[in-house]
C-alpha cells in the first residue's frame, strides 16, 4: 500500500516552460486535492477533485490546471511557469467520509 | 472561513509547557485539526476535535466562544519539534490550513 506517491520530488523550469506534477494514490479514495506551501502562508489550495471526472478550483487556482479521469490519479498541470510558482507542492487524498487526509511528501518546485 | 496563527516561531526549553495557539472564523460548526510536520517527513494528521483524544501528548480543546482550537502539552519533548499546522473543514470537504508554527524545543 504505497499511499499517495507524488513525482518527481524536485524540479527546476525555466520560466515559460510547462510540466506536470503526478500524483496518485493506491487507496480508492474519492476526494483529492493539491496544495501549496509557502513560508509565511501554510498551505492553500490550488484545485480540487471529489470523484473521477469532477473537479474545482480552490483559493490560488490561476496559472495551474487539473483533471481527473481515474480516481487514482490527480495531476496537476502548470501551463506557463512563472518565478511566482516557485514553491512545494503537495496532494491529499482522503474517502469522502473520512476526516483526515493523506499527505504525498510534496515537489519541491524552483521557477527561474 | 480563516484559520490564524499568531506565532511562525515558538521555542520552549524540554519538559517546559508548550501551547501553539489557533484561532478561526467560520459562520457553521466546524471540524478542526491539528496537523505536524517533522523535518523531511510528510505531513500527518496528529489530532482532531472531534475525537477529544491525546496524542502524543498533545491535546486541543475547541473553544467556540473563542473560536479557538488552541494545541497543548505540559511537557515538551526535543522529538516534539515541528512545524504545526491547525486546519478546518467546514460544509464543503476541503481543508483551509493556518499559515503554520515551527516548534523548537531546545535541551
Known amino acids: 500500500n504505497a499511499g499517495v506517491t507524488q513525482t518527481p520530488k524536485f524540479q527546476v523550469l525555466k520560466t515559460g516552460q510547462s510540466m506536470t506534477l503526478q500524483c496518485a494514490q493506491d487507496?480508492?479514495?474519492?476526494?483529492m486535492s493539491w496544495y501549496r506551501q509557502d513560508p509565511g502562508m501554510g498551505l492553500r489550495l490550488i484545485h480540487y477533485?471529489?470523484?473521477?471526472?469532477?473537479?474545482d478550483q480552490g483559493e490560488v487556482p490561476n496559472g495551474y490546471n487539473v483533471s481527473r479521469s481515474t480516481t487514482e490519479d490527480f495531476p496537476l498541470r502548470l501551463l506557463s511557469a512563472a518565478p511566482s510558482q516557485t514553491s512545494v507542492y503537495f496532494c491529499?487524498?482522503?474517502?469522502?467520509?473520512?476526516?483526515?487526509?493523506?499527505f504525498g511528501s510534496g515537489t519541491r518546485l524552483t521557477v527561474v | 472561513q480563516r484559520v490564524t496563527q499568531p506565532e511562525k516561531l515558538l521555542s520552549v526549553f524540554k519538559g517546559a509547557p508548550v501551547e501553539l495557539k489557533c484561532n478561526y472564523s467560520?459562520?457553521?460548526?466546524?471540524?478542526l485539526f491539528w496537523y505536524v510536520q517533522y523535518s523531511r517527513q510528510r505531513l500527518q494528521l496528529l489530532l482532531r476535535?472531534?475525537s477529544r483524544e491525546s496524542i502524543k501528548g498533545f491535546t486541543a480543546d475547541l473553544n467556540k466562544g473563542e473560536t479557538s482550537f488552541h494545541l497543548k502539552k505540559p511537557f515538551a519533548q526535543e522529538e516534539d519539534s515541528a512545524m504545526y499546522y491547525c486546519?478546518?473543514?467546514?460544509?464543503?470537504?476541503?481543508?483551509?490550513f493556518g499559515s503554520g508554527t515551527q516548534l523548537t524545543v531546545l535541551p
Open positions: 491529499a487524498s482522503s474517502y469522502s467520509g473520512q476526516p483526515s487526509y493523506t
Open positions: 487507496m480508492n479514495h474519492e476526494y
Open positions: 477533485s471529489v470523484g473521477a471526472g469532477i473537479t
Open positions: 467560520y459562520s457553521g460548526s466546524p471540524e
Open positions: 476535535h472531534i
Open positions: 486546519a478546518l473543514r467546514g460544509s464543503a470537504r476541503q481543508l483551509t
